[in-house]
């Protein structure tokens, strides 16, 4: 398959450098802003939108939000009735992409995190009225990101609030901790170390353990230790609920935007 990229931003970059491990694509087209250079020799530059959305099989709109309306409009004469066209424009609901294309009928819309850039990301997908087998195509693209997860639109916003904005938070706890460290004695390049790949580790334990989050808190928690006394602090400064209002509040602040 052919796949084109409107927009070569951070996030056309992260999807291009992704898809060459696709065992489907076939090649990879983009179009940028004047004056800028692709910088991935398995990627071609595109004369235009036009000319990027009449020859590609899936189409990427990685424009920022209050620029794909135009784009996707100037586009919309251009698309195969058999292209499926991607958007990872937060806050943009599926109605508003099938009018702005005139009534396209395979579109997907995705949100990609910012780990998506070295692999590790996590993109949650949603459509409409879309063969099973398409929908399974957009998400199997996603994956050579990281994660992929195909939900309901009307979990979008709450997904914009926790995976979404969700590494904003973790890196917010990797700059306490650390700094935590260099209070405690480490250089600050050895107390981030210490730390990142402490949540590293901790998150992948929970992907591949068949465990409940509490559980894993639990065996580190030993009777009369450390851990329990570090936990308590934590439970007194509120973080859990804090963590909790800060998800919800992006979430709320998404649908907002999307209204």
Same mark, same amino acid.
């Given at each position: 398959? #052919?796949?084109?990229?409107?927009?070569?931003?951070?996030?056309?970059?992260?999807?291009?450098?992704?898809?060459?491990?696709?065992?489907?694509?076939?090649?990879?087209?983009?179009?940028?802003?004047?004056?800028?250079t692709l910088d991935d020799p398995a990627v071609t530059m595109s004369a235009s939108n036009a000319?990027?959305?009449? #020859?590609?099989?899936?189409?990427? !709109?990685?424009?920022?939000?209050?620029?794909?309306?135009?784009?996707?409009?100037?586009?919309?004469?251009?698309?195969?009735?058999?292209?499926?066209?991607?958007?990872?424009?937060?806050?943009?609901?599926?109605?508003?992409?099938?009018?702005?294309? +005139?009534? #396209?009928?395979?579109?997907?819309?995705?949100?990609? +995190?910012?780990? $998506?850039?070295? %692999?590790?990301?996590?993109?949650?997908?949603? !459509?409409?009225?879309?063969?099973?087998?398409?929908?399974?195509?957009?998400?199997?693209?996603?994956?050579?990101?990281?994660?992929?997860?195909?939900?309901?639109?009307?979990?979008?916003?709450?997904?914009?609030?926790?995976? %979404? $904005?969700?590494?904003?938070?973790?890196?917010?706890?990797?700059?306490?901790?650390?700094?935590?460290?260099?209070?405690?004695?480490?250089? #600050?390049?050895?107390?981030?170390?210490?730390?990142?790949?402490?949540?590293?580790?901790?998150?992948?334990?929970?992907?591949?353990?068949?465990?409940?989050?509490?559980?894993?808190?639990?065996?580190?928690?030993?009777?009369?230790?450390?851990?329990?006394?570090?936990?308590m602090e934590l439970e007194d400064g509120k973080l859990r609920s804090t963590l909790l209002r800060a998800a919800v509040a992006a979430a709320?602040?998404?649908?907002?935007?999307?209204?």
């Amino acid at each position: 398959m #052919h796949v084109g990229i409107l927009g070569y931003g951070t996030i056309g970059r992260a999807i291009a450098a992704g898809l060459r491990e696709h065992d489907a694509v076939r090649s990879i087209a983009a179009t940028t802003r004047r004056g800028l250079t692709l910088d991935d020799p398995a990627v071609t530059m595109s004369a235009s939108n036009a000319e990027l959305a009449t #020859h590609c099989d899936v189409l990427f !709109a990685c424009v920022k939000p209050f620029q794909l309306e135009g784009v996707l409009r100037d586009v919309a004469p251009f698309l195969k009735p058999e292209t499926v066209l991607v958007s990872t424009a937060a806050s943009v609901r599926l109605d508003q992409l099938h009018e702005w294309t +005139n009534g #396209h009928r395979l579109i997907v819309r995705a949100m990609p +995190n910012m780990p $998506c850039r070295i %692999g590790e990301g996590m993109t949650v997908l949603c !459509a409409r009225d879309l063969p099973p087998e398409t929908l399974e195509l957009a998400r199997s693209l996603f994956a050579t990101l990281g994660r992929a997860l195909v939900i309901d639109e009307s979990l979008m916003d709450a997904a914009t609030g926790l995976s %979404g $904005c969700g590494p904003a938070y973790i890196y917010l706890v990797i700059e306490a901790l650390t700094d935590a460290g260099v209070k405690l004695g480490f250089s #600050h390049a050895v107390a981030r170390e210490l730390v990142a790949q402490t949540v590293l580790g901790s998150a992948r334990m929970v992907l591949e353990c068949d465990e409940h989050p509490a559980a894993l808190k639990m065996a580190v928690t030993t009777p009369a230790g450390c851990t329990v006394d570090g936990l308590m602090e934590l439970e007194d400064g509120k973080l859990r609920s804090t963590l909790l209002r800060a998800a919800v509040a992006a979430a709320t602040r998404s649908a907002e935007l999307a209204s």
